[in-house]
């Protein structure tokens, strides 16, 4: 099935500095989502992208849908504690070409951890 | 309040022994989804819904299965449940489509040990 690499893994950074990450993949998608999981919850939705080149902010937080609709960037800028957590990308599949099926497909995860 | 209730949070059951986890949601919510979380892997999309007596398989459906005779509910059915299958299990719904933002909504998980 379809597959998203997400990079980097884990970040251990120091508060006040900005973060990036990324998701690829050899497949297209028509939307792309970013998500925050804090310890022993469930995620929690942070961005949505709907086209390709989109890019779209929230607070300090910035996401990019790619050009070519297979890869898509986070960005956090001026890292505070309680940005400790983790993120994962998403990918909604096209169904046949067009439309959205209801599959979303997730990446690995990236942890992020902030030095105060 | 929004929300989607998981019951139960935590179960630890034996091999074979057939069991549910429950999924409400109080939003109206078209489309409902489960995942299952392990380390390293991220989560995997089991089964999902986009309306009543709409279901369709994710990307790790064998061993579950899943109803929608309801809107608010999407129970999760472990029918012989092995080893495998523990794991940190999410049920998930928003209005029409996973992306559709400002209406996303995680339930907080059940942690299923199968021994």
């Known amino acids: 099935g379809q597959q998203l690499n997400q990079s980097p893994q884990s970040m251990f950074i120091q508060e006040g500095e900005d973060v990036s990450m990324n998701c690829t993949s050899s497949s297209i998608f028509n939307t792309w989502l970013w998500y925050k999981q804090d310890p022993g919850e469930g995620p929690v939705l942070l961005i949505a992208?709907?086209?390709?080149?989109e890019l779209t902010s929230n607070g300090r937080l910035t996401a990019q849908f790619g050009i070519t609709r297979k890869d898509s960037f986070l960005n956090i800028s001026a890292s505070i504690p309680s940005d400790v957590g983790i993120y994962f990308c998403a990918g909604q599949p096209p169904l046949h070409g067009s439309g959205n099926t209801g599959k979303l497909i997730f990446g690995q995860g990236t942890t992020l951890q902030v030095k105060p | 309040e929004a929300q989607v209730t998981q019951n139960p949070r935590y179960l630890i059951t034996v091999t074979g022994k057939k069991l549910t986890v429950t999924c409400s949601q109080n939003m109206n919510h078209e489309y409902m989804s489960w995942y299952r979380q392990d380390p390293g892997l991220g989560l995997r999309q089991i089964y999902y819904?986009?309306?009543?007596?709409?279901?369709d398989k994710g990307d790790v459906p064998e061993g579950y299965k899943v109803s929608r005779k309801e809107k608010r509910n999407f129970p999760l059915i472990l029918e012989s449940p092995s080893p495998n299958q523990t794991s940190l299990y999410f049920c998930a719904s928003s209005l029409r489509t996973p992306g559709t933002f400002g209406g996303a909504f995680f339930g907080q998980g059940t942690r299923l040990t199968v021994v």
């Open positions: 819904s986009m309306n009543v007596e709409v279901t």
């Open positions: 992208l709907y086209k390709a080149g």
